[in-house]
């Protein structure tokens, strides 16, 4: 979604997108506003262990956690939690994407600090829902039940997740008002995330369990990795449980989805046009250019996307772009590793 400048030696979360900060350094950074240096921990894979930790601070090298092959959310979870299982079987986990943007820290801490109580009191799985703004067709949504409401702890039980829906979708949940946005946080007590793990995700469960064996005593699980299903937490777990919560906040978030998210954040000028970089805009309104000093110009035209890249250049319009994996997609066929 954000090629050409992301790459698979470079994905999103190591560019440097609305700053001058990755948006891996900018999560760390607000989770360590919240929690001591070594209570954050990063999961990744091994090709990029060396990168993450030479470009990232706040995070102790140990705790850097390589997976040995990206498998999806499920599996790289799984293993962050036999990780931290070592030192506290009973701690408190937070899962975090590392490239979301997220806009008010106080009311952001204090979700964190919710979610933990209503995770210990109640031996629960919760996730944090954000109240929609608007019906977005780009984000997943969590049904809760309004009526079952845990009153001291203010939680909701969860009823549905939804994937991104279609516009008339979007409105409908909106309308119905038990819908709220899925940010992708989810908190719990590692040992009830494993315990769920067992019952919904057996296969995986007993994987984790021989890799947590290799891990005590120092021996590579690489070959146990590689039998692994890539399954994601959401479809694996979180759509078959039945004991997990909701918790509603109102901070800002946004999960810089495409480059029409990107624009939608940043500062424009009057007619909608925004430059980063070398470039100008002549007749046209509403355009998107982004480049490191790589002259653009674009003439005549609205509401296009341009990027640049030392090697590589993409024009889309802005009502297209979520269909840039086509370009990916015609690399991958031509075998253009050097462009991937």
């Given at each position: 979604?954000?090629?050409?400048?992301?790459?698979?030696?470079?994905?999103?979360?190591?560019?440097?997108?609305?700053?001058?900060?990755?948006?891996?350094?900018?999560?760390?950074?607000?989770?360590?506003?919240?929690?001591?240096?070594?209570?954050?921990?990063?999961?990744?894979?091994?090709?990029?262990?060396?990168?993450?930790?030479?470009?990232?601070?706040?995070?102790?090298?140990?705790?850097?956690?390589?997976?040995?092959?990206?498998?999806?959310?499920?599996?790289?979870?799984?293993?962050?939690?036999?990780?931290?299982?070592?030192?506290?079987?009973?701690?408190?986990?937070?899962?975090?994407?590392?490239?979301?943007?997220?806009?008010?820290?106080?009311?952001?801490?204090?979700?964190?600090?919710?979610?933990?109580?209503?995770?210990?009191?109640?031996e629960a799985l919760v996730t944090i829902g954000i109240q929609?703004?608007?019906?977005?067709?780009?984000?997943?949504?969590?049904?809760?039940?309004?009526?079952?409401?845990?009153?001291?702890?203010?939680?909701?039980?969860?009823?549905?997740?939804?994937?991104?829906?279609?516009?008339?979708?979007?409105?409908?949940?909106?309308?119905?008002?038990?819908?709220l946005w899925n940010a992708g946080i989810f908190i719990w007590?590692?040992?009830?995330?494993?315990?769920?793990?067992?019952?919904?995700?057996?296969?995986?469960?007993?994987?984790?369990?021989?890799?947590?064996?290799?891990?005590?005593?120092?021996?590579?699980?690489?070959?146990?990795?590689?039998?692994?299903?890539?399954?994601?937490?959401?479809?694996?777990?979180?759509?078959?449980?039945?004991?997990?919560?909701?918790?509603?906040?109102?901070?800002?978030?946004?999960?810089?989805?495409?480059?029409?998210?990107?624009?939608?954040?940043?500062?424009?000028?009057?007619?909608?046009?925004?430059?980063?970089?070398?470039?100008?805009?002549?007749?046209?309104?509403?355009?998107?250019?982004?480049?490191?000093?790589?002259?653009?110009?674009?003439?005549?035209?609205?509401?296009?996307?341009?990027?640049?890249t030392e090697d590589a250049t993409l024009v889309v319009n802005?009502?297209?772009?979520?269909?840039?994996?086509?370009?990916?997609?015609?690399?991958?066929?031509?075998?253009?590793?050097?462009?991937?």
């Amino acid at each position: 979604r954000f090629w050409p400048m992301s790459r698979q030696a470079q994905p999103k979360q190591l560019l440097k997108i609305i700053g001058d900060q990755t948006m891996l350094q900018i999560t760390v950074d607000r989770l360590s506003k919240c929690k001591k240096t070594e209570a954050v921990y990063i999961s990744t894979r091994k090709d990029l262990n060396t990168v993450i930790k030479k470009e990232i601070k706040g995070v102790l090298p140990k705790n850097i956690i390589a997976e040995p092959s990206g498998k999806n959310t499920a599996p790289c979870i799984g293993l962050s939690a036999l990780h931290i299982s070592k030192i506290d079987n009973e701690a408190v986990m937070g899962i975090f994407p590392a490239d979301h943007l997220i806009v008010g820290h106080r009311a952001f801490e204090k979700a964190l600090n919710h979610a933990s109580k209503v995770a210990v009191e109640r031996e629960a799985l919760v996730t944090i829902g954000i109240q929609p703004t608007f019906p977005s067709t780009a984000y997943g949504y969590i049904q809760y039940d309004p009526d079952k409401k845990v009153d001291k702890l203010d939680a909701y039980p969860v009823r549905t997740f939804a994937e991104k829906p279609h516009l008339n979708t979007a409105k409908r949940f909106i309308k119905s008002k038990d819908f709220l946005w899925n940010a992708g946080i989810f908190i719990w007590k590692i040992d009830v995330f494993l315990e769920e793990l067992g019952q919904h995700m057996p296969e995986l469960s007993e994987q984790l369990q021989k890799i947590r064996k290799r891990i005590k005593s120092r021996k590579s699980f690489a070959d146990i990795w590689t039998e692994i299903v890539p399954e994601s937490i959401d479809y694996g777990l979180l759509e078959k449980t039945k004991n997990i919560y909701v918790i509603k906040s109102d901070f800002r978030w946004n999960d810089l989805g495409s480059w029409n998210a990107v624009y939608d954040v940043l500062p424009k000028r009057k007619d909608g046009n925004l430059v980063k970089g070398g470039g100008v805009v002549i007749d046209g309104n509403n355009n998107f250019i982004q480049n490191n000093d790589h002259f653009t110009a674009v003439v005549g035209l609205d509401n296009v996307v341009v990027i640049s890249t030392e090697d590589a250049t993409l024009v889309v319009n802005k009502d297209n772009v979520e269909d840039v994996r086509k370009a990916v997609d015609f690399l991958i066929e031509k075998e253009r590793q050097d462009l991937l």
